[in-house]
């Protein structure tokens, strides 16, 4: 399959100019075809995606109060959101989690990825499917297994501190929750992102490593210098979804509030703090503002890290 | 460039121990709460409470413990089963083929539009689907359809990472040649696209379709909004609704340490069948995944 589709790329690569433009014509005259392909997407998109992304940016702009009903305040509800201490509580809380977690995880699954791809591993395949199983695992049951294993009541870490006869710290405490958390989500994504980094390595041709062999380059060289600038493009994608990801924390937290109800509030994270107004405080138009604005300081972070990213790429 | 389906035999070098008792350390984190809810389930809950966590208890008690789960409150685990059997399929399902539908069209097509479609689907791709959990609620709720299971499949449907790994791998995939070739044989562009096109898609579709199958079959922010009736939970929401009961945190006050059985045996039960799935189609989706992160 491979060979064919390669064949068949470069005959495409050399088409004359009037084949070029024979193809252009030829896509243009079946060109609705195109639409009716994508329409069903865009269906769906419009009702999932659009119209609550609308819905919501329209209902931060109103105010439900006791007197009058529901009010149009401008941005009132933003400027509420800016200040509030709880909201920015929970935004660096994620931010931490965000510059301490995604690079622990990113770095672990860069080595599982280089170790299982160096063909020096006994056994690589059981490595790359074991790693990778707790990805297919929910987050709510994760949370609940590590949440489990935490505390002193059956955990392990009771059970571990008692052997060595001293107590663990508390993993479901103050102090170490948000760690606490961070391993579960590392515990989760480790494999998944490990997969995408392979993927991206199994595509360097070899004929690069024989030549950086011939050039006496070590294993370190080659890694540096032909294996990480091949998963860079793999990279940043997965620096993306996981800085989406960890501004949206929602299940894990949510799961261990049931085990620690002292330690995690309501306002743990910012995604957090936008359910519990919404449905335990009922204040739906300023959740509509929170989440509005989470999403949006999400996609500037994102977006920022993909255009850096680019711009390297373009410079090395 | 090079195709994305591109395969270097892997170079055998001579195998590294330290490299391997390093990867095994890795694997043994990986396992190691999976081991840990295996034993647990084994245990009554009395053993749940005085054994070690990584052997059997007194006595085995899985299949007990699965009874009692099946069995409790007239079987409403059956039912999340179900929900969540249900919203995995649909959801997942059209999600994968809508998504290769968006994709192919997108890559194969040249149409009024086309390139502002394509930079909206790669702009979705950052909007983060949670932030939209609470709005998707609250229009839901006006169109009166919170609390049925199109409030969940609805919003699963869409997967605009999906789309984007499609048109890559439909770029690739599907000649253009074939495309031209079909059409001087008549066949209609809907038929090619069936046929022919889709046989094509195939490692591509696997993909977009297991991690839309793993995304909603572990779904839980969303239905936990717009569900409130427990028999259209999935079992995420199921789940952790016992925790909450095994834990007292549900508000009653009094703790049921009955109930930590039922959820450690639910939670295994949750599990099996993705692990399965993703170890039974380990081919398909490792070399779809391999197109999508070769190219930016």
């Known amino acids: 399959m491979s060979t064919s589709q390669s064949t068949t790329s470069?005959?495409?690569?050399?088409?004359?100019?009037?084949?070029?433009?024979?193809r252009r014509n030829r896509g243009a005259r079946h060109g609705g075809w195109g639409?009716?392909?994508?329409?069903?997407?865009?269906?769906?998109?419009?009702v999932g995606v659009a119209a609550p992304l609308g819905y919501a940016a329209y209902l931060s702009l109103f105010q439900d109060r006791l007197i009058g009903g529901t009010v149009f305040v401008g941005l009132e509800n933003y400027r509420r959101a800016l200040g509030d201490e709880l909201f920015r509580a929970g935004l660096w809380r994620v931010l931490l989690f965000l510059l301490v977690q995604v690079p622990v995880m990113l770095g672990l699954a860069l080595l599982a990825a280089l170790a299982v791809d160096s063909g020096r591993l006994r056994r690589p395949g059981l490595f790359r499917i074991g790693v990778f199983v707790p990805y297919a695992v929910p987050a709510v049951v994760a949370s609940l297994m590590w949440g489990y294993l935490y505390g002193d009541r059956f955990g392990l870490a009771g059970q571990i501190g008692d052997f060595f006869g001293t107590r663990l710290p508390d993993l479901l405490g103050p102090d170490w929750m948000l760690a606490s958390i961070g391993n579960v989500v590392t515990w989760q994504y480790t494999g998944y992102n490990m997969l995408i980094l392979y993927a991206a390595l199994r595509t360097v041709p070899t004929e690069l490593y024989e030549a950086a062999a011939l050039d006496g380059a070590g294993e370190f060289r080659k890694a540096w210098s032909i294996k990480l600038p091949a998963v860079r493009p793999a990279?940043?994608?997965?620096?993306?979804?996981?800085?989406?990801?960890?501004?949206q924390?929602?299940?894990?937290?949510?799961?261990?509030?049931?085990?620690?109800?002292?330690?995690?509030?309501?306002?743990?994270?910012?995604?957090?703090?936008?359910?519990?107004l919404a449905f335990n405080g009922q204040q739906f138009n300023y959740s509509a503002a929170v989440a509005v604005v989470l999403g949006g300081v999400?996609?500037?972070?994102?977006?920022?890290?993909?255009?850096?990213?680019?711009?390297?790429?373009q410079g090395a | 460039m090079r195709t994305p389906t591109t395969r270097r035999r892997p170079r055998r070098g001579r195998a590294s121990n330290a490299l391997t008792l390093a990867m095994a350390l890795m694997l043994g984190y990986a396992l190691l709460p999976l081991v840990w809810l295996f034993m647990a389930a084994t245990k009554d809950t009395a053993s749940l409470m005085d054994s070690f966590g990584l052997w059997f208890g007194h006595g085995f008690h899985l299949f007990g413990n699965i009874g009692d789960v099946l069995s409790y409150d007239d079987g409403i685990y059956l039912r999340w089963f179900g929900n969540t059997l249900l919203y995995a399929v649909v959801g997942a399902g059209g999600a994968a083929f809508i998504a290769t539908a968006a994709g192919y069209g997108l890559a194969k097509y040249r149409f009024r539009g086309r390139t502002a479609l394509a930079a909206t689907v790669l702009g979705a791709i950052a909007i983060p689907g949670t932030a939209l959990a609470v709005p998707t609620y609250l229009l839901f709720s006006k169109a009166g359809i919170v609390d049925t299971p199109w409030a969940v499949l609805l919003p699963s449907l869409v997967s605009p990472f999906g789309v984007y790994l499609m048109r890559v791998y439909a770029a690739?995939?599907?000649?253009?040649?074939?495309?031209e070739a079909a059409r001087i044989d008549g066949a209609g562009e809907l038929r090619t696209f069936f046929t022919v096109s889709l046989r094509l898609l195939a490692p591509g579709f696997v993909t977009v379709l297991l991690f839309a199958l793993v995304a909603t079959w572990n779904n839980y922010f969303l239905p936990l909004i717009v569900?409130?009736?427990?028999?259209?939970?999935?079992?995420?929401?199921?789940l952790n609704q016992w925790n909450s009961l095994a834990t007292?945190?549900?508000?009653?006050?009094?703790?049921?340490t009955d109930f930590y059985p039922l959820v450690v045996t639910g939670s295994l039960l949750a599990i099996v069948p993705l692990v399965v799935a993703f170890l039974f189609l380990q081919r398909y989706w490792q070399s779809g995944l391999s197109a999508g992160s070769v190219k930016e």
Do not use: C
Not at chain 1, 11 to 16: E, I
Not at chain 1, 235 to 247: E, H, K, M, P
Not at chain 1, 252 to 269: F, I, R
Not at chain 1, 299 to 309: D, F, T
């Open chain 1, 249 to 276: 924390l929602f299940n894990e937290p949510n799961v261990m509030q049931s085990l620690a109800p002292n330690v995690v509030s309501t306002s743990y994270t910012p995604n957090m703090y936008a359910y519990n």
């Open chain 1, 235 to 247: 990279l940043v994608l997965a620096t993306v979804f996981s800085i989406i990801g960890t501004f």
């Open chain 1, 35 to 46: 639409f009716a392909f994508f329409a069903p997407f865009l269906v769906v998109f419009v």
């Open chain 2, 172 to 179: 690739e995939a599907v000649p253009d040649s074939m495309l």
């Open chain 1, 298 to 313: 999400t996609a500037v972070i994102a977006y920022a890290v993909q255009l850096r990213s680019m711009r390297k790429g």
């Open chain 2, 227 to 238: 569900l409130s009736d427990p028999k259209w939970f999935p079992l995420t929401v199921g």
């Open chain 2, 248 to 256: 007292g945190a549900a508000g009653s006050g009094a703790t049921t």
């Open chain 1, 10 to 22: 470069s005959t495409v690569r050399s088409r004359s100019a009037p084949a070029a433009r024979r």
